[in-house]
């Protein structure tokens, strides 16, 4: 069965990291994108970034840049999303989601989220 | 960068066909796709429909997507009380971007 399986509930201080684990089952882990996408309580989804777990690269939201990491660790299947300079704002819930990539008629490319994880509360109190 | 802008809140009665809009900002809009996700109360997003019309295995026939020019929608056909939700669009141009959201309320 496809499923991202994601850590723990943390609570942590303002300034501090954190860091959320995303293990895959069910699925080639290096065949498929990771993105990472959080939502504030009462609020829309907000997308932080991805990678690619076959080659390691990474691409993350401007607003985020520079306070962003996402990691793998291919031989256990599993994805990290690491957010430094924690604020207030930053308490949400944060979602794995694995993503397919393709091009249609070689011209149009497509990109979307498939599958989600269960996502992993943050508070920054 | 591309802006995805979505009403609000939505309402119907069960039976009824609601559609939800979503409009786009970026010059190049007609060549990028549309995606659809559903959010339950408490549960993580589904996906509902993605490159604009498709359904994935076990989404029901009920939903329905479109695109034309800027704009795209979802329909939902025979509402019923268990589709009370968020769902939001998305699109990715080289960074994925979510529409604000929609809640719908079956009345």
């Known amino acids: 069965q496809v499923q991202l399986v994601q850590s723990g509930a943390e609570v942590k201080k303002p300034g501090a990291s954190v860091k959320v684990s995303c293990k895959a089952f069910?699925?080639?882990?290096?065949?498929?994108?990771i993105n990472w996408v959080r939502q504030a309580p009462g609020q829309g989804l907000e997308w932080l970034g991805w990678?690619?777990?076959?080659?390691?690269?990474?691409g993350y939201s401007q607003k985020f840049q520079g306070r962003v990491t996402v990691t793998r660790n291919t031989s256990i299947t599993t994805a990290y999303m690491e957010l430094s300079s924690l604020r207030s704002e930053d308490s949400a819930v944060y979602y794995c989601?694995?993503?397919?990539?393709?091009?249609?008629?070689?011209?149009?490319?497509?990109?979307?989220?498939?599958?989600w994880g269960k996502g992993t509360t943050v508070t920054v109190s | 960068q591309s802006v995805l802008t979505q009403p609000p809140s939505a309402s119907g009665t069960p039976g009824q066909r609601v559609t939800i809009s979503c409009s786009g900002s970026?010059?190049?809009?007609?060549?990028?796709?549309i995606y659809w996700y559903q959010q339950l109360p408490g549960t993580a997003p589904k996906l509902l429909i993605y490159?604009?019309?498709q359904r994935p295995s076990g989404v029901p026939d009920r939903f329905s997507g479109s695109k034309s020019g800027t704009s795209a929608s979802l329909a939902i056909s025979g509402l019923r009380s268990e589709d009370e939700a968020d769902y939001y669009c998305?699109?990715?141009?080289?960074?994925?971007?979510f529409g604000g959201g929609t809640k719908l309320t079956v009345l």
């Open positions: 069910g699925f080639t882990f290096t065949d498929f994108d």
């Open positions: 490159m604009n019309n």
């Open positions: 990678m690619n777990p076959h080659s390691g690269n990474t």
């Open positions: 989601a694995r993503a397919q990539r393709g091009v249609v008629a070689t011209i149009f490319h497509f990109y979307y989220i498939d599958v």
């Open positions: 970026s010059s190049n809009m007609g060549s990028i796709y």
């Open positions: 998305a699109t990715w141009d080289g960074s994925m971007l």
